[in-house]
């Protein structure tokens, strides 16, 4: 087997060391009712090249993205990452490391989590940020569940508009009963009817921005009603491109940020892994969870970095923990932080441009489209498509013609027949004209043929 | 001033090194269109240094020569399973169809994904002899709280929400009690005996009518397989309740004995750990979880299904098989990326090759034990499982305490073991060689730890003074943690 060094003679030897007849007395704490060396209904090993024949004969079955014009989006996003980035995260000492628990061996990882953090505390205009959650979806339940403990009230209000399977999350990972989290999934947010839910025990509103439907939203009227009521705003951000040309949820007066940051560095991966990126205030940092990376000195007076603030978590305070979170998106934040820093600030906020005019030129091209409506009046890279048939129905023959043209919103929403014949298409920079071509020539065709 | 010492080089963070101007991409020309984004539009500055392409690669080249790596030696942290990753399954989850698929692409054109996903839960399902398995937890402690969550909704179906009380033993992972807590469970430790295992007594005598469940880890943090699981499962059900497993070990016993006979409700399985998907500096790691038959119906959505040959997703909570579901832990389907390089490696070993694997990862430890026994002190009598737990006896009357001893480790090469955990013993130090460690590799490892103990007596003073050859010394974490500074700011100008 080639993965395990040990040859027979060694464990012979290791054996006689250890006084050890056979192995299986190295077992003898196992209860006698249970059996040791049970049969499995499964194959032995095979040599490599049998592996890479049976997953790459798995992973032929897919539609990939790069064989077909792409327009999904709904939470995650396909971009161009540069090759630099996948080249430097597979380098064996990040890739094989583990969470930097001595620093003087793992100054590496250390510097660049603090990189990292400096990063997305400026994107996302907030003073700290912790060092990534799994991904957008826990990192909004963690923010709810740390707006909580902040303001010490109980109830959640979040915004029609935000991910229905986000909402989900929070309700599943926050909620102690049904009643205190206050959601309906609709199409229209509407800030006063928002701000009429906040009463003296609500501990946070939860907007998305820009919302599931892909509109934009100025938040900073929303966030003086919220504050004037002694709750906190959290803002959730799904396409961290979009932080490139948009006022930032800090700038909007956000007192906690979560974000799916996967569009930077991280491919589509069919869901995962992806990484969250939590930010907030000074004044909250000892109730942000997961780990934080600090500067600080060593014994002969150098510049350095260490875990932080430990006594927030969970291997320390045990059942008074912010949060259980103990792995984060290492390797993750590492691509992001990787792909963020080739950028630049003249890079983001041009990738930001390029998202939103692929996304301008597609909607020019379907709003004269007869029967087709574009329900936004405001997006950045993703919008809401009226189309004259069920969604579902038409993502199924587009794939059939070898498009993969969007998400269609009842997918998400339960299959809720109101939602039907919404489809939700993004655009990035990968999209070409002849991208957006063919999916009008074929739409028309699937449409009203 | 040149700071660099040979290969080390002195990196400044990116901040100082690039700056807002700089970039290393290539993109093409905006058109200046007409925004759409209303009254959300902004184009103030950020504040993101760049760096061109071949910067980027410098600075994170250096960087990365600053950390220690299972690829450069031997890093035996206990209860963290550091073996060897292979790079094939990195290459298998970099194939197109799996990494370049969208989680939300027609069911029609993902259905090697959900094969994929298929094919992983009836390994996994096999291999623990367990009835069901959810694969969407993203991490162990995510898939704790899974577990948890689906004992928390089974009670509650029975009308049972009374039964508050979870009993975790003092040996336990931090995120167990967190986990409990979390979920608003009342946490109650139960002690371990002398031999390390569960005080069955204890046990017993913390059961009442309130009595929700219990969590052990098996084998245990103390690296000791809790014999007393089945009697201890009987009486768990018998009362009323569940017993949670954390497998974080379960790496010592994967292909040699299946959980599922030992009694066990829900157990989760780090992809990370034993089934060698890489620790990246910290995640990302996998946590699927596997439920005995009574819990398998409160399982969280989304499930794969397989109908004659068709593969769907069931999504929606009202969903066929989830009526009964706790809910949605996260967004999408899982770790994908991590099922297709955990897939690799049980596709790899085959049911032959893991038995070994558990076989040798026990030998290496128990290898290690017998070999430093008469010059470190083992916390406990008998043979270990995967993993050797010490307590700090043996520096007593050095001055040198188990942080030094640690430190002195680095100085030879070596990253230390798990250090003060588990709680029960005195400054713990606790080794997990793996199975990825060859005879000769573990040979040096002991007369290097043999020398350093050695070496106590004579020379404590290097102890204290240890790492010195490494790009920095001992840090100063009270000061990190008194005075945060958690990224960099520019410094502000002062006037003259």
Avoid at chain 1, 15 to 41: A, C, H, K, Y
Avoid at chain 1, 151 to 172: D, M
Avoid at chain 2, 339 to 359: C, K, N, P
Wanted: charged fraction near 25%; aromatic fraction near 8%.
């Amino acid at each position: 087997m080639r993965y395990l060094p040990l040859t027979n003679e060694d464990r012979e030897d290791m054996r006689r060391v250890i006084g050890l007849e056979n192995v299986n007395q190295l077992f003898s704490n196992v209860p006698n009712s249970v059996s040791l060396d049970p049969t499995f209904n499964l194959p032995n090993h095979k040599t490599e090249m049998e592996v890479g024949r049976i997953l790459s004969g798995i992973a032929n079955k897919n539609m990939n993205s790069n064989q077909v014009p792409f327009f999904l989006g709904a939470g995650a996003y396909k971009h161009h990452i540069p090759a630099t980035v996948d080249h430097i995260i597979q380098r064996s000492e990040f890739l094989t490391s583990y969470t930097p628990y001595q620093p003087e061996i793992s100054q590496g990882t250390l510097q660049y989590l603090f990189e990292f953090q400096t990063q997305v505390s400026l994107m996302t205009g907030m003073d700290v940020s912790n060092a990534s959650m799994y991904d957008g979806s826990t990192s909004s339940a963690e923010a709810v569940s740390m707006a909580k403990r902040i303001t010490k009230r109980n109830k959640v209000v979040i915004s029609p508009t935000l991910h229905p399977q986000y909402a989900e999350v929070i309700k599943t990972l926050i909620s102690a009963d049904e009643d205190s989290i206050d959601y309906k999934f609709s199409e229209n947010l509407d800030f006063s009817s928002l701000i009429s839910k906040i009463d003296e025990d609500v501990s946070c509103v939860v907007v998305q921005n820009p919302d599931f439907f892909g509109s934009c939203h100025s938040l900073e009227e929303l966030a003086d009603h919220i504050h004037s009521k002694g709750a906190l705003l959290i803002v959730v951000v799904n396409e961290v491109i979009s932080l490139g040309m948009m006022k930032s949820p800090g700038d909007m007066g956000a007192d906690i940020v979560a974000c799916e940051g996967q569009s930077l560095g991280n491919p589509l991966n069919f869901g995962g892994p992806y990484i969250g990126l939590m930010s907030t205030k000074d004044k909250y940092v000892r109730q942000l969870p997961g780990r934080i990376v600090g500067e600080t000195n060593d014994m002969s007076g150098e510049k350095g970095f260490v875990l932080t603030l430990a006594t927030r978590e969970q291997h320390i305070r045990r059942e008074k923990a912010t949060s259980n979170i103990c792995t984060n998106s290492g390797l993750c934040s590492l691509a992001f932080t990787i792909h963020l820093s080739l950028l630049g600030e003249r890079g983001f906020k041009k990738l930001s441009k390029l998202n939103h005019e692929a996304a301008i030129k597609f909607y020019d091209k379907l709003k004269n489209l007869e029967g087709f409506k574009v329900r936004n009046k405001s997006f950045f890279n993703e919008f809401t498509l009226e189309l004259p048939i069920s969604a579902a129905i038409f993502v199924e023959k587009m794939a059939g013609k070898g498009v993969l043209a969007g998400v269609p919103v009842s997918r998400l929403a339960n299959q809720d027949d109101s939602f039907s014949n919404l489809l939700l298409v993004a655009s990035s920079e990968i999209n070409s004209d002849s991208d957006r071509e063919d999916f009008i020539k074929l739409a028309k065709e699937v449409c009203y043929e | 001033m040149n700071s660099n010492r040979g290969l080390d080089h002195d990196e400044k963070l990116l901040f100082e090194v690039g700056d807002v101007n700089r970039t290393g991409v290539d993109l093409s020309e905006p058109e200046n269109l007409s925004q759409m984004l209303g009254d959300s539009f902004s184009d103030s500055e950020i504040g993101l240094a760049g760096l061109s392409e071949p910067e980027t690669v410098r600075h994170y080249v250096r960087l990365s020569r600053k950390n220690y790596s299972i690829d450069a030696g031997l890093y035996p942290l206990g209860s963290c399973t550091m073996k060897h990753n292979p790079r094939l399954n990195e290459k298998m989850a970099r194939l197109e169809g799996f990494s370049e698929i969208h989680p939300l692409q027609p069911i029609s054109t993902c259905q090697g994904a959900l094969e994929l996903i298929d094919l992983i839960s009836s390994w996994l399902k096999e291999l623990t002899g367990m009835a069901a398995v959810t694969m969407t937890p993203k991490a162990g402690a995510q898939g704790e709280l899974c577990g948890m969550m689906a004992i928390k909704q089974a009670l509650l179906n029975k009308n049972e929400s009374h039964r508050k009380i979870v009993l975790v033993p003092d040996s336990a992972h931090g995120t167990n009690p967190a986990t409990a807590a979390f979920l608003g469970f009342e946490v109650k430790t139960i002690k371990s005996n002398r031999e390390g295992l569960i005080d069955f007594d204890d046990f017993k005598k913390n059961i009442d009518k309130n009595f929700a469940g219990v969590m052990i880890t098996n084998p245990n943090t103390c690296g000791l397989f809790e014999t007393d699981i089945v009697k201890i499962s009987e009486l768990t059900h018998k009362s009323g309740g569940y017993l949670y497993c954390d497998g974080a070990n379960f790496n010592a016993v994967v292909g040699k004995l299946k959980p599922g006979d030992l009694g066990i409700d829900a157990m989760h399985i780090n992809l990370h750990k034993t089934f060698s998907t890489p620790h990246g500096g910290g995640g990302p790691g996998s946590g699927p979880v596997v439920f005995s038959e009574r819990l398998e119906k409160f399982c969280p959505t989304p499930l794969v299904e397989n109908d004659k040959g068709e593969y769907d997703l069931i999504e929606s909570l009202d969903g066929k098989g989830l009526s009964n579901s706790f809910g949605r832990l996260n967004v999408f389907h899982g770790q994908m990326g991590m099922f297709v390089r955990a897939m690799s490696y049980m596709l790899s070993h085959g049911a032959d090759g893991l038995r070994q694997v558990s076989e040798d990862a026990v030998l290496n430890a128990n290898y290690l034990r017998a070999s430093l026994n008469d010059r470190l002190t083992p916390a406990f009598e008998g043979y270990c499982m995967h993993e050797i737990l010490f307590s700090d006896d043996f520096l007593k009357d050095t001055g040198v305490e188990t942080l030094d001893f640690a430190k002195a480790m680095i100085d030879e090469g070596y990253h230390p073991m798990t250090i003060y955990f588990p709680l029960v013993i005195h400054g713990a130090l606790l080794v997990e060689p793996t199975e990825t460690e060859s005879k000769q590799s573990l040979d040096h490892f002991i007369s290097t730890l043999r020398d350093l103990v050695d070496r106590l007596k004579e020379d404590s003073d290097s102890f204290k003074a240890a790492p010195v050859f490494t790009p920095i010394r001992r840090l100063d974490e009270t000061q990190a943690a008194r005075k945060p500074i958690l990224r960099w700011k520019e410094e502000p100008l002062i006037a003259v």
